[in-house]
């Protein structure tokens, strides 16, 4: 049974469709019905499934509660079409979180249909396991973010290269992964587009971070020396996407992580996007370094030759601008303007910390 093609509406979420869909994991598995129980519509749609199950399904360990993720908003093909959204998510699940270790949902199934631009997942329903799911509006604790990243670190270590490396060459084991700057290129040409880019700033969002970085000329100049940048560093498989929206927390404690966007390129981009939004403006300022420098004795920990705590810390100054980029441009029916805001306003606040144009502009043309 095929799971081509992938829906793209929600009446398309048949009992046929999902035994299809299950049955590489579960192959005698069956659904006999769905019922949508909720969802949440942003980016992407999250939806919560109740599945009829037979035996052989559940034996197979396919729960009752799922949740499918995917592309059934206005704007999903336009995703999927700019910085390959969808793909890269599905990679994530399906190539990458299967091979090197980062605490994630269990997944059931994980698909890209190109000629659909559609990426479908089905991963177990974290509500069951009794998690607390992490939001922008409320920050996290030195402990939070120490611990999610150890788990990083660990995560990055496992496929930690220098550039040239045959491991990211197109034949490598990660040469199908797209260079996490370079795929968000596209993105970035659109959003920056001068209507674009005078329209996000007039919004709360603007308002929200400091007026020397809305300059549209400065942004562009910026965004393309932060990419050569990125070039020249050693570069790992990352998450790609470690806002605290897409993040969770155990019980125990234990990080989990959620809606990857499977890619490569150097890991203190990753620690930089995370750490700036993830603690509130005034623990920022005197926890980050602290947070760096646990990052680096981590990856030392993992067998990597963590780059210098100086060095590290003008990594993460100067990719603190692609987090600006993205809470100023995210559009807030992806994302709520409250959400945008507060993102906008903690990494605007690091970026005065950091002296960040006196940082882009030592960058070499």
């Not at 009829?52 to 499918?68: F, H, K, T, W, Y």
């Not at 089905?122 to 120490?146: N, S, W, Y």
């Amino acid at each position: 049974m095929s799971a081509r093609p992938l829906p793209v509406a929600f009446e398309d979420i048949t009992p046929q469709w999902l035994t299809a869909a299950l049955r590489p994991k579960a192959p005698d598995a069956t659904v006999r019905g769905v019922a949508i129980v909720d969802m949440i519509r942003a980016t992407c749609t999250k939806i919560r499934l109740r599945l009829d199950l037979d035996e052989a399904a559940r034996r197979a360990g396919i729960p009752e509660l799922v949740i499918l993720k995917g592309g059934f908003e206005p704007h999903s093909r336009q995703l999927g079409s700019l910085g390959a959204m969808h793909e890269r998510e599905v990679r994530g699940y399906r190539d990458v979180l299967s091979r090197v270790s980062l605490p994630s949902p269990a997944c059931f199934f994980a698909d890209y249909d190109p000629e659909r631009q559609q990426g479908i997942i089905i991963m177990e329903d974290l509500v069951t396991r009794g998690v607390t799911f992490c939001h922008a509006l409320k920050p996290q604790t030195f402990e939070q973010v120490a611990r999610r990243l150890t788990a990083l670190a660990r995560f990055h270590a496992g496929t930690w290269a220098n550039s040239g490396s045959p491991d990211f060459a197109p034949a490598g084991k990660w040469g199908g992964l797209d260079d996490f700057l370079f795929a968000c290129k596209p993105f970035f040409d659109v959003k920056t587009a001068p209507d674009n880019w005078a329209r996000f700033v007039g919004l709360p969002r603007g308002a929200a971070s400091s007026v020397r970085f809305h300059d549209r000329a400065w942004i562009v100049d910026a965004f393309g020396r932060m990419m050569r940048y990125a070039r020249t560093l050693p570069h790992c498989v990352l998450h790609g996407d470690t806002h605290l929206g897409n993040l969770y927390i155990e019980p125990d404690g234990t990080p989990g992580f959620l809606d990857t966007l499977a890619s490569r390129g150097p890991a203190m981009l990753e620690i930089s996007y995370h750490v700036s939004c993830a603690l509130d403006v005034a623990d920022r300022a005197r926890l980050e370094a602290a947070l760096v420098q646990h990052y680096l004795d981590e990856l030392a920990r993992n067998g990597v030759d963590a780059p210098p705590f100086d060095d590290a810390m003008r990594q993460y100054g100067i990719f603190l601008l692609y987090g600006y980029f993205i809470w100023m441009t995210t559009e807030s029916n992806y994302q709520t303007e409250a959400v945008n805001a507060a993102n906008a306003a903690r990494v605007s606040a690091a970026m005065i910390d950091h002296d960040i144009m006196r940082l882009i502009g030592t960058i070499g043309e």
